[in-house]
């Protein structure tokens, strides 16, 4: 049976995967679990809830705080907030649990449920297999007095805006940037936090409704932003998804800047100031063969994780090390953040394009991406990618064509019935007809 919760949280199509029922079991789970290993120290919990923009997110995020009341958890609710800003009041308000109801970069139908740990960091694999494992279980109901209280938490908005910019040596002042807030949960921070800096902000995908949340806008859409930029003359432009936990920029040509290319820039600005432990970056499989090199000619050692910024956080925790992400956008930097906070890494992209008075392609440019071809396969068993034997024949012989000039990678979607094909080469021809070609055997072996 596959399991529940994938590389993010559970997530699936609202009210049909992810129903009120489904919310509020996983809440009485997650807190009986989480009391179980000792989360709450044997006093009366407490946990902070917040949700993006989507429709579906007012009855779930009901749900949840309903099924934690009545477990005994006191629940304060924050609201439309960003991933990271409830990592954020998690960490600082010292409250024993976070739920975030959102389906990151998905779209406006789907929604999901993540928890963090007291700290504000997300749970370990082990313990979201035992709330799974205790998922509809017979339990003791608190009476009376026992049961949980739910009240607004008030004043979210404000103390995550005013944490982003104190992150900040100096004002952002000269700079022009659009942001592209994914019609989602950056639509108020964002442009607060990036006005408060000191930048001059045009913003777009800013509707607070959530209907068109990530759709032809945001990080996974960059269209809209390029076209901003150059129109407004924007020194940059800086794109983040539904629950604002990534980010992606532009230059002022309109050119992308990526999660690969934005880590490049902000480890030389840490090592430049002696901040990057051990000079190393955490990264992910998934990251460009270019970041490598790049890295390595400025004596930058790339720590490598599986996908998902969540493996990424814990080998940073292990190392100590400073900065870590992945290529799709996620960044963490371990001085400000628990998390992924597509604001934060905008906000410092911003300072050191500032503080050098380099433009962002300059700075992107410290590195040489070479040719990616991506290619999703959908409506496969993703499960049997990795034992199916003419796939792993099909890998291996891309693998021995390609040699040391590339390489290939196969990965089951953590959420989705999806196999993602990657292969780097030399050029986009061959990239891309490599591609291809292990995506039809692919599709052709797993079919469902």
Known sequence: MARLFGTDGVRGTANVDITAELAVDLSVA??????????????????????????????????VCAGLASAGV??????????????????????????????????SADNGIKFFA????????????????????????????????????????????EHLVSTLDGPLTGLTVVADCANGAASETAPAALRGAGATVHVIGDRSDGKQINEDCGSTHLEKLQAAVVEHGADVGVAFDGDADRCLAVDAEGREIDGDQIMAILALDLKERGQLHDDVLVVTVMSNLGLKIAMKEHGITLGQTSVGDRYVLEEMNLGGYSLGGEQSGHVIMAAHATTGDGELTALHLLQR?????RSARELADVMTRLPQALINVKGVDKARASIDRSVLDAVAAAEAELGESGRVLLRPSGTEPVVRVMVEAPSDEVATTAAEKLAAVVRERLSL
């Open 118 to 161: 007291r700290g504000g960091t997300k749970l370990p694999d082990e313990v979201e297999d035992a709330i799974e494992a205790r998922l509809g279980e017979q339990w003791q109901r608190p009476l009376d007095t026992e049961v949980g209280t739910i009240r607004d938490y008030g004043g979210a908005v404000e103390q995550y805006v």
């Open 30 to 63: 997650a807190a009986h679990v989480l009391a179980t290993f000792g989360a709450f120290d044997g006093a009366r919990a407490r946990a902070i809830v917040a949700r993006d923009t989507r429709p579906s997110g007012d009855f779930l995020s009901a749900a």
């Open 74 to 107: 006191d629940v304060e609710d924050a609201g439309i907030l960003p991933t990271p800003g409830l990592a954020h009041l998690v960490k600082t308000s010292s409250a024993d649990l976070g739920v975030m109801i959102s389906a990151s970069h998905n779209p």
């Open 353 to 357: 394009i500032a503080t050098t008075g």
